[in-house]
Protein backbone atom coordinates (compact mmCIF):
# COMPACT_ATOMS: atom_id res chain seq x y z
CA UNK A 1 0.00 0.00 0.00
CA UNK A 2 1.63 3.05 -1.36
CA UNK A 3 1.55 6.28 0.94
CA UNK A 4 1.38 10.02 0.58
CA UNK A 5 2.25 13.16 2.43
CA UNK A 6 1.89 16.87 1.71
CA UNK A 7 4.53 18.79 3.53
CA UNK A 8 2.21 21.16 5.65
CA UNK A 9 5.43 23.63 5.97
CA UNK A 10 4.93 23.79 2.18
CA UNK A 11 2.33 26.91 0.17
CA UNK A 12 1.90 30.39 0.56
CA UNK A 13 4.36 32.73 2.77
CA UNK A 14 2.71 35.42 4.60
CA UNK A 15 3.56 38.01 2.49
CA UNK A 16 1.76 35.93 -0.61
CA UNK A 17 -1.27 35.06 1.08
CA UNK A 18 -1.94 38.60 2.06
CA UNK A 19 -1.56 39.88 -1.35
CA UNK A 20 -3.70 36.67 -3.14
CA UNK A 21 -6.05 37.55 -0.51
CA UNK A 22 -6.38 41.33 -1.22
CA UNK A 23 -6.56 40.89 -4.75
CA UNK A 24 -9.72 37.94 -3.88
CA UNK A 25 -10.90 41.25 -1.75
CA UNK A 26 -11.15 44.04 -4.72
CA UNK A 27 -12.43 41.71 -7.04
CA UNK A 28 -15.82 40.75 -5.09
CA UNK A 29 -16.11 44.10 -5.04
CA UNK A 30 -16.87 44.76 -8.47
CA UNK A 31 -15.02 46.83 -11.42
CA UNK A 32 -11.49 46.54 -12.91
CA UNK A 33 -8.66 45.52 -10.91
CA UNK A 34 -5.40 45.89 -12.40
CA UNK A 35 -2.15 43.80 -10.89
CA UNK A 36 1.64 44.79 -11.83
CA UNK A 37 4.09 41.82 -12.56
CA UNK A 38 2.68 38.11 -11.74
CA UNK A 39 1.16 38.48 -8.39
CA UNK A 40 2.52 35.41 -7.30
CA UNK A 41 5.10 33.84 -9.43
CA UNK A 42 2.89 30.13 -10.22
CA UNK A 43 1.52 30.20 -13.44
CA UNK A 44 -1.40 28.13 -12.46
CA UNK A 45 -2.65 30.39 -9.35
CA UNK A 46 -2.20 33.45 -11.97
CA UNK A 47 -5.20 31.71 -14.53
CA UNK A 48 -7.10 30.72 -11.66
CA UNK A 49 -7.06 34.57 -10.56
CA UNK A 50 -7.33 36.11 -14.39
CA UNK A 51 -10.12 34.01 -14.65
CA UNK A 52 -11.82 35.75 -11.48
CA UNK A 53 -10.86 39.23 -13.21
CA UNK A 54 -7.60 39.79 -12.31
CA UNK A 55 -5.76 41.68 -15.39
CA UNK A 56 -2.40 41.21 -15.29
CA UNK A 57 0.24 44.22 -16.42
CA UNK A 58 3.85 45.34 -17.24
CA UNK A 59 4.99 48.26 -16.45
CA UNK A 60 5.20 50.26 -19.68
CA UNK A 61 0.84 49.02 -19.62
CA UNK A 62 0.53 50.30 -15.94
CA UNK A 63 2.27 53.83 -17.44
CA UNK A 64 -0.40 54.45 -20.19
CA UNK A 65 -3.13 54.01 -17.01
CA UNK A 66 -4.75 56.39 -15.37
CA UNK A 67 -7.91 56.99 -12.79
CA UNK A 68 -7.81 53.50 -12.29
CA UNK A 69 -6.96 50.39 -9.27
CA UNK A 70 -3.61 48.27 -9.41
CA UNK A 71 -2.36 46.30 -7.17
CA UNK A 72 0.89 46.04 -5.74
CA UNK A 73 2.64 42.47 -5.12
CA UNK A 74 4.77 41.25 -2.33
CA UNK A 75 7.52 41.45 -4.06
CA UNK A 76 7.83 45.58 -3.74
CA UNK A 77 8.08 48.48 -5.95
CA UNK A 78 10.47 51.35 -6.61
CA UNK A 79 9.51 54.77 -5.80
CA UNK A 80 8.92 55.95 -9.43
CA UNK A 81 6.04 53.31 -9.33
CA UNK A 82 4.16 55.15 -6.75
CA UNK A 83 5.26 58.44 -8.25
CA UNK A 84 3.60 57.25 -11.75
CA UNK A 85 0.29 56.38 -9.43
CA UNK A 86 0.10 59.92 -8.12
CA UNK A 87 0.26 61.53 -11.76
CA UNK A 88 -2.49 59.18 -13.30
CA UNK A 89 -4.46 58.84 -10.56
CA UNK A 90 -4.17 55.30 -9.79
CA UNK A 91 -5.31 54.26 -6.76
CA UNK A 92 -2.86 51.94 -5.00
CA UNK A 93 -3.66 48.42 -3.64
CA UNK A 94 -0.64 48.06 -2.11
CA UNK A 95 0.09 44.23 -1.02
CA UNK A 96 3.72 44.75 -0.24
CA UNK A 97 4.87 42.43 2.04
CA UNK A 98 5.85 44.15 5.52
CA UNK A 99 9.08 42.47 5.62
CA UNK A 100 10.16 43.53 2.03
CA UNK A 101 8.64 46.88 2.95
CA UNK A 102 11.01 47.53 5.72
CA UNK A 103 14.11 46.70 4.04
CA UNK A 104 13.75 48.93 1.53
CA UNK A 105 13.37 51.40 3.83
CA UNK A 106 16.49 50.28 5.45
CA UNK A 107 17.93 50.57 2.37
CA UNK A 108 16.74 54.05 2.01
CA UNK A 109 17.87 55.27 4.89
CA UNK A 110 21.40 53.76 4.27
CA UNK A 111 21.29 55.16 1.27
CA UNK A 112 20.00 58.96 1.79
CA UNK A 113 22.68 58.70 5.39
CA UNK A 114 25.41 61.77 4.82
CA UNK A 115 29.11 59.87 4.75
CA UNK A 116 32.79 61.47 4.94
CA UNK A 117 33.49 58.78 2.04
CA UNK A 118 32.11 57.23 -1.29
CA UNK A 119 30.38 54.06 -0.14
CA UNK A 120 29.09 50.84 -2.00
CA UNK A 121 25.48 49.67 -1.33
CA UNK A 122 25.45 45.75 -2.29
CA UNK A 123 22.55 43.49 -2.33
CA UNK A 124 22.78 40.17 -2.57
CA UNK A 125 20.02 39.31 -5.05
CA UNK A 126 19.14 38.01 -8.38
CA UNK A 127 19.34 40.58 -10.87
CA UNK A 128 16.36 41.18 -12.31
CA UNK A 129 14.00 40.23 -9.65
CA UNK A 130 11.06 42.07 -8.80
CA UNK A 131 11.83 42.55 -5.16
CA UNK A 132 15.60 43.47 -5.86
CA UNK A 133 14.22 46.03 -8.91
CA UNK A 134 12.65 47.54 -5.79
CA UNK A 135 15.47 47.54 -3.70
CA UNK A 136 17.70 49.20 -5.87
CA UNK A 137 15.26 51.79 -6.63
CA UNK A 138 15.47 53.11 -3.08
CA UNK A 139 19.00 54.23 -4.52
CA UNK A 140 18.19 55.51 -7.72
CA UNK A 141 19.75 52.56 -9.25
CA UNK A 142 22.95 53.00 -7.55
CA UNK A 143 23.16 49.84 -5.45
CA UNK A 144 25.29 46.91 -6.81
CA UNK A 145 23.49 43.55 -7.29
CA UNK A 146 25.64 40.24 -6.28
CA UNK A 147 24.29 36.57 -7.22
CA UNK A 148 26.76 34.99 -5.30
CA UNK A 149 30.17 34.76 -3.61
CA UNK A 150 32.02 34.95 -6.72
CA UNK A 151 30.72 38.20 -7.58
CA UNK A 152 30.93 39.32 -4.15
CA UNK A 153 35.04 38.46 -4.29
CA UNK A 154 34.97 41.58 -7.52
CA UNK A 155 33.85 44.57 -5.35
CA UNK A 156 35.99 47.19 -4.45
CA UNK A 157 37.14 46.48 -1.12
CA UNK A 158 39.42 49.45 -0.37
CA UNK A 159 35.94 51.82 -0.54
CA UNK A 160 33.14 51.40 3.11
CA UNK A 161 30.55 48.41 2.18
CA UNK A 162 26.56 47.83 3.22
CA UNK A 163 25.64 44.77 2.55
CA UNK A 164 22.07 43.77 2.17
CA UNK A 165 19.91 40.47 0.94
CA UNK A 166 16.83 39.84 -0.68
CA UNK A 167 14.53 38.40 1.55
CA UNK A 168 14.02 35.26 -0.20
CA UNK A 169 17.98 34.16 -0.99
CA UNK A 170 20.03 31.24 0.84
CA UNK A 171 21.06 32.10 4.13
CA UNK A 172 23.97 29.64 3.85
CA UNK A 173 25.57 32.23 1.35
CA UNK A 174 24.88 34.93 2.33
CA UNK A 175 26.58 34.82 5.51
CA UNK A 176 29.62 32.96 3.32
CA UNK A 177 29.81 36.22 1.64
CA UNK A 178 29.56 38.18 4.91
CA UNK A 179 32.63 36.57 5.75
CA UNK A 180 34.95 36.86 2.83
CA UNK A 181 34.06 40.62 2.46
CA UNK A 182 35.10 40.61 6.34
CA UNK A 183 38.21 39.20 5.95
CA UNK A 184 39.17 41.36 2.46
CA UNK A 185 37.79 44.61 3.66
CA UNK A 186 40.49 47.31 3.72
CA UNK A 187 41.38 48.16 7.21
CA UNK A 188 40.55 52.05 6.60
CA UNK A 189 37.09 51.48 5.58
CA UNK A 190 34.11 49.95 7.36
CA UNK A 191 31.90 47.00 6.67
CA UNK A 192 28.09 46.52 7.84
CA UNK A 193 26.16 43.36 7.15
CA UNK A 194 22.58 43.62 7.60
CA UNK A 195 20.94 39.86 7.61
CA UNK A 196 17.29 40.70 6.34
CA UNK A 197 16.44 37.23 4.99
CA UNK A 198 13.32 36.21 5.71
CA UNK A 199 13.26 33.76 8.71
CA UNK A 200 9.72 32.33 7.39
CA UNK A 201 11.33 31.57 4.45
CA UNK A 202 14.66 30.51 5.36
CA UNK A 203 13.44 28.47 8.00
CA UNK A 204 11.73 26.58 5.37
CA UNK A 205 14.94 24.81 4.06
CA UNK A 206 15.96 22.70 7.14
CA UNK A 207 12.26 21.40 7.30
CA UNK A 208 12.16 20.56 3.39
CA UNK A 209 15.36 18.42 4.00
CA UNK A 210 13.57 16.32 6.55
CA UNK A 211 10.54 16.24 4.84
CA UNK A 212 12.34 14.81 1.43
CA UNK A 213 14.66 12.61 3.79
CA UNK A 214 11.72 10.46 4.92
CA UNK A 215 10.63 9.73 1.40
CA UNK A 216 11.33 7.54 -1.20
CA UNK A 217 10.00 9.84 -4.08
CA UNK A 218 9.22 13.69 -3.83
CA UNK A 219 7.77 15.44 -6.25
CA UNK A 220 8.03 19.44 -5.73
CA UNK A 221 5.07 21.62 -7.36
CA UNK A 222 6.67 24.91 -8.02
CA UNK A 223 6.15 27.54 -11.11
CA UNK A 224 9.84 27.86 -13.30
CA UNK A 225 9.95 31.44 -12.40
CA UNK A 226 10.10 30.94 -8.83
CA UNK A 227 13.91 31.94 -7.41
CA UNK A 228 12.39 30.70 -4.13
CA UNK A 229 11.20 27.45 -5.70
CA UNK A 230 14.19 27.24 -7.16
CA UNK A 231 16.59 27.03 -4.22
CA UNK A 232 13.98 24.70 -2.07
CA UNK A 233 13.80 22.11 -5.02
CA UNK A 234 17.79 22.56 -4.57
CA UNK A 235 17.49 21.43 -0.79
CA UNK A 236 15.65 18.53 -1.73
CA UNK A 237 17.39 17.37 -4.47
CA UNK A 238 20.59 17.43 -2.40
CA UNK A 239 18.80 15.37 0.48
CA UNK A 240 16.95 13.06 -2.08
CA UNK A 241 17.93 12.49 -5.48
CA UNK A 242 14.64 10.95 -6.44
CA UNK A 243 13.34 14.72 -5.88
CA UNK A 244 11.35 16.07 -8.95
CA UNK A 245 10.53 19.35 -9.89
CA UNK A 246 6.98 19.97 -11.62
CA UNK A 247 4.61 22.92 -12.67
CA UNK A 248 1.90 20.91 -12.04
CA UNK A 249 -0.06 17.09 -11.96
CA UNK A 250 0.73 17.06 -16.23
CA UNK A 251 4.25 16.99 -15.39
CA UNK A 252 4.16 14.02 -13.22
CA UNK A 253 5.96 11.11 -14.59
CA UNK A 254 3.73 8.46 -13.31
CA UNK A 255 5.94 5.53 -13.87
CA UNK A 256 8.19 6.69 -11.03
CA UNK A 257 5.26 6.09 -8.96
CA UNK A 258 5.35 2.76 -9.37
CA UNK A 259 8.96 2.07 -7.34
CA UNK A 260 8.30 3.98 -4.51
CA UNK A 261 6.09 3.01 -1.25
CA UNK A 262 6.13 7.06 0.25
CA UNK A 263 5.78 9.67 -2.02
CA UNK A 264 6.49 13.41 -0.43
CA UNK A 265 4.71 16.50 -2.03
CA UNK A 266 5.93 19.76 -1.07
CA UNK A 267 6.75 23.37 -2.82
CA UNK A 268 7.34 26.78 -2.66
CA UNK A 269 6.15 29.64 -0.49
CA UNK A 270 4.70 30.87 -4.13
CA UNK A 271 3.32 27.29 -4.19
CA UNK A 272 -0.44 27.30 -3.79
CA UNK A 273 -2.02 24.44 -1.41
CA UNK A 274 -4.30 23.68 -3.68
CA UNK A 275 -2.30 22.72 -6.55
CA UNK A 276 -0.37 20.47 -4.08
CA UNK A 277 -3.47 18.64 -3.46
CA UNK A 278 -4.58 18.16 -7.24
CA UNK A 279 -1.11 16.29 -7.60
CA UNK A 280 -1.89 14.17 -4.69
CA UNK A 281 -5.47 13.18 -6.22
CA UNK A 282 -3.96 12.55 -10.09
CA UNK A 283 -1.11 10.11 -8.07
CA UNK A 284 -4.27 8.77 -5.96
CA UNK A 285 -6.61 7.95 -9.38
CA UNK A 286 -3.07 6.74 -11.31
CA UNK A 287 -2.42 3.93 -8.52
CA UNK A 288 -6.03 2.95 -8.67
CA UNK A 289 -6.98 4.34 -5.44
CA UNK A 290 -4.24 2.66 -3.11
CA UNK A 291 -2.35 5.81 -1.96
CA UNK A 292 -3.30 6.20 2.18
CA UNK A 293 -2.82 9.88 2.24
CA UNK A 294 -0.81 10.80 5.85
CA UNK A 295 -0.47 14.32 7.41
CA UNK A 296 3.04 15.48 7.93
CA UNK A 297 3.84 17.84 11.31
CA UNK A 298 2.92 21.25 10.78
CA UNK A 299 6.18 23.10 9.99
CA UNK A 300 5.40 26.08 12.25
CA UNK A 301 6.10 28.25 9.59
CA UNK A 302 3.04 29.48 7.69
Not at 48 to 65: A, V
Not at 123 to 138: C, D, F, M, S, T
Not at 190 to 202: L, N, W, Y
Request: proline share 3%; hydrophobic share 35%.
Amino acid sequence: MKRIEIDKGSGFCFGVTTAIKKAEEELKKGGTLYCLGDIVHNGRECERLKQMGLITINHDEFRQLHNVKVLLRAHGEPPETYETARKNGIEIIDATCPVVLQLQKRIKKEYAAPAEREKQIVIYGKNGHAEVLGLVGQTEGKAIVIESLEEAKKLDFTKDIRLYSQTTKSLDEFNQITEYIRQHIAPDVTFQSSDTICRQVANRMPNIRDFAKQHDLIFFVSGKKSSNGKILFNECKKVNPNSFLVDDPEEIDFSLVEHADTIGICGATSTPKWLMEACRKAIEEKTGGTVNEMTAPDAGNQ
